[in-house]
């Protein structure tokens, strides 16, 4: 004996959807008295076809048991023109019919077929609506502002607060927490210091996460790179803008008092918090716990040193992390030997054979690190004097200036972002008030350069003058702090060494 299969669905239950009971009910006036199976799916969306009861009515299906399959309608049993054509192909394949209960299909004819084709079109259609719909009001809700869930970052809790008359969530800080969150940035923001050593240096004080689990590089990573932490002031809008993020806020709005919520946003390619391209920036409603430079300082060499994190220093070499193959690329280690120069990078692509046909050369450690001691003090003799740390802004005028540049850059993007529907009294506006807006950039550029020149006079006083002379005594972890800071990376291969600086 063969059965009708009636089929019923609901994603959410809603007020104004159809129970799955409701369906079936139509369902079963089409069976006419005919025995029939059913089968339901609660919680499940149409787009695809892993729902359980579904797998199960196709198996049946394919076991002969099922005559002729009656929904409510077309969108209960797929929303997907892909999933529908297979289904279909299916029904033909062992003559199962198909009827939609109350749009009345029959598919023994070619045109109730080419009707099911055009309703399954449009079912496809309203659910790609239904998603960009989603998508645009989460879009809207997190630019002004509003919780979005997710994880609650290590050093805050969640709390109640009002946006724009909205009932929303806020971060509020764990004061506990963010001493630990406080220490690391400042931990991190010394060059000296790897994320290994952060992690080695927790563990040695009996410093333990307040939310149980242990410290590691990974977690510290995601820390030290997320804008939550920062008091965002001009500096990290600066920041954002240059490294290609898409600002939500004005210019005038970063005053330090608040942190920013990072978004993927709509163009962006990747997930991953190194490449700020496209990522949406918000200013978040809550307080910033890190200053602005310090944040900066991290999350800088964070970018940096994204390809090649070291967890741990060598203290074979102060090179050691810095030095490459030059034809394979991959990183030149040191080995000891019981010989007379005692130590010897090799390619880390042989396995530790001993020799590297990559470099083509012996490259003894003491020979390589005398020559680059060299280069880097021939390096910091072009500089006259150097600075401790990056000042802010020298004076308030100069910050007022910036701000302004700031306002100015964003104006100009606007306007010219309203060229392509632009009629020709609209361009000729756009055209002289981009044309004013340059002009006040220029002097504002000229006036601003003036203030740095001067503050900068004021202050070289303060300044460190015999940093070459200090070179000469440095100690090893000076060296290495000075390497990391100074060279991006070292080629060496037959016979040649290449440095590439980043300054």
């Not at 998603?131 to 050093?155: C, E, H, N, T, W």
């Not at 990747?270 to 716990?289: E, F, M, N, W």
């Not at 010989?339 to 396995?351: A, E, L, P, V």
Request: net charge positive.
């Amino acid at each position: 004996m063969k059965y009708d299969a009636l089929y019923g669905r609901q994603s959410i239950e809603k007020k104004d959807s159809i129970s799955v009971e409701s369906q079936l009910e139509y369902c079963r006036y089409e069976t006419h008295g005919s025995p029939y199976i059913e089968y339901t799916d609660r919680g499940f969306s149409g787009r695809n076809t892993n729902r359980p009861d579904f797998e199960r009515m196709m198996q049946d299906i394919r076991k002969g048991k099922i005559k002729r399959v009656i929904v409510y309608k077309l969108d209960r049993i797929s929303r997907s023109i892909v999933d529908f054509a297979n289904m279909m192909e299916t029904f033909q394949k062992y003559q199962v019919e198909f009827v939609s209960s109350t749009e009345k299909f029959d598919t023994s004819t070619p045109i109730g077929r080419a009707m099911l084709n055009i309703c399954i079109v449009f079912a496809q259609l309203e659910r790609e609506t239904i998603q960009k719909r989603v998508s645009d009001a989460y879009l809207a809700r997190s630019k002004r502002g509003f919780y979005m869930g997710g994880r609650i970052p290590y050093g805050y809790r969640l709390t109640e607060t009002v946006i724009d008359h909205i009932r929303t969530s806020m971060y509020e800080e764990i004061p506990e927490e963010s001493a630990q969150l406080k220490l690391i940035y400042s931990l991190y923001a010394d060059p000296a210091n790897s994320l290994g050593d952060i992690v080695r240096y927790l563990n040695e004080h009996g410093i333990r996460q307040l939310r149980g689990g242990t410290w590691n590089s990974a977690r510290l990573s995601d820390m030290l790179k997320n804008p939550v932490y920062v008091k965002a002031d001009l500096d990290v809008y600066h920041f954002f803008k240059k490294q290609g993020a898409v600002l939500c806020s004005p210019a005038s709005d970063f005053t330090g008092n608040h942190a920013c919520y990072l978004y993927q946003g709509r163009g962006s390619t990747t997930r991953k918090q190194c490449d700020l391209t496209d990522k949406v920036i918000v200013l978040a409603p809550h307080k910033g716990l890190i200053p602005s430079k310090t944040w900066l300082a991290c999350r800088r060499r964070c970018l940096n040193n994204r390809q090649s994190i070291q967890t741990c220093k060598s203290k074979n070499s102060w090179l050691a992390g810095k030095v490459k193959c030059g034809n394979c690329g991959y990183a030149l280690v040191v080995k000891r030997a019981k010989t007379k120069w005692g130590r010897y990078f090799i390619c880390s692509q042989t396995g530790g054979c001993g020799s590297c046909p990559g470099t083509g050369c012996t490259i003894y450690a003491d020979v390589l690190e005398q020559h680059l001691f060299h280069a880097i003090g021939e390096k910091l003799s072009q500089f006259e004097m150097l600075s401790d740390e990056k000042d802010a802004l020298p004076v308030p005028e100069a910050g007022k200036k910036s701000l302004r540049l700031a306002q100015i850059e964003d104006e100009i993007d606007n306007l010219i972002e309203k060229v392509g529907s632009a009629d020709s009294a609209l361009m000729k506006y756009i055209n002289n008030r981009v044309g004013k807006l340059d002009a006040e950039r220029q002097t504002l550029e000229e006036e601003l350069k003036l203030l740095l020149v001067d503050a900068e006079t004021e202050k070289k006083a303060g300044q460190i003058t015999d940093h070459v002379r200090r070179w000469e005594h440095s100690s090893f972890e000076d060296k290495q702090a000075v390497a990391d800071i100074l060279i991006k990376v070292i080629k060496v291969a037959d016979g040649k060494v290449e440095i590439v600086w980043r300054i």
